[in-house]
């Protein structure tokens, strides 16, 4: 993919090429920002990026995580005002009793 020497108005700055995501701005679900973070890390393991597109990639992952971390303490934190508050251990012998 060729890079552009002035990107578009509204498009950022291209450090690098695809190795990053398809676009600059976080996900609004966890499992398209943990598929697109699985799509990095196969890329990156891969060996086929410059040391540039490589930072730019694990830059993106660092943001993905971020995202995908926010995720779930929001969805705890439903969880703990449907439970009211009061979150138990699961206890698998409590589900085979009934």
């Known amino acids: 993919m060729a890079l552009s020497a002035s990107p578009e108005p509204g498009q950022p700055c291209a450090g690098a ?4 995501s398809p676009g600059p701005s976080n996900p609004d679900r966890f499992e ?7 799509g990095i890390v196969q890329k990156m393991e891969s060996g086929s990026l410059s040391l540039e597109q490589s930072l730019a990639a694990y830059r993106r992952g660092a943001e993905l ?6 995720a779930l303490a929001d969805v705890e934190q439903q969880v703990r005002i449907l439970e009211a508050d009061v979150l138990k251990p699961f206890d698998s012998t409590q589900v085979d009793e009934s």
């Open 32 to 38: 398209a920002a943990l598929a697109e973070l699985e």
């Open 65 to 70: 995580v971020g995202t995908a971390r926010k």
């Open 17 to 20: 090429s695809d190795a990053a």
